[in-house]
């Protein structure tokens, strides 16, 4: 068998395994929200309990967050492309953010709020204090400068399609 044969067909099994990952609920993230690595996304079933470091994807569609939609028009995110995120605080918490820290149930973080984006747009964080109804979530990202509920506040659960379990 010729070269670019054997080429061809070590490609078309690659991605081939590659499509039975994607549809088997397996992701790469790429992006900076969280570390970079593969996930196994599970279905949040109705009544499921959702927790402070669960990994969770958002449908921005289903928030209702006039804060997402400056997002979307600011490009820090893209409509339709769900975000990944970390669960910082649950139903019940307080949370209240100052320069570099924030902190969520008596617990404080080192998190800076910046003032401004990379492209040196104004940035203004989500008012707090806050307590969290019995439907919202604080979500937190990795870097210190990610845009999370700092900037966008909480999210309904309803927005939550997934959690994401990392593999590696």
């Known amino acids: 068998m010729p070269l670019f044969l054997r080429l061809l067909l070590v490609l078309c099994v690659i991605a ?52 997402i ?17 970390e669960i910082g605080g649950v139903p019940g918490d307080i949370v209240f953010l100052c320069a570099d820290t924030l902190h969520i149930a008596g617990i404080s973080t080192r998190m800076v709020v910046a003032s401004e984006d990379s492209k040196g747009r104004e940035l203004t964080p989500y008012p707090t204090p806050l307590v969290l109804s019995a439907d919202q979530y604080w979500l937190v990202s990795d870097p210190e400068r990610g845009y999370d509920s700092r900037y966008f506040g909480p999210i309904d659960r309803n927005a939550f399609t997934h959690t994401a379990v990392p593999i590696l």
């Open 69 to 85: 939609a400056e997002a979307i028009e600011r490009r820090y995110v893209i409509p339709n492309i769900p975000m990944l995120k």
């Open 16 to 67: 081939g395994l590659l499509c039975i990952a994607y549809l088997a609920g397996y992701r790469l993230n790429l992006t900076k929200s969280l570390p970079y690595r593969i996930y196994r996304l599970v279905a949040i079933e109705s009544g499921g309990v959702l927790s402070r470091g669960d990994d969770v994807v958002i449908d921005i569609s289903q928030t209702n967050n006039p804060h």
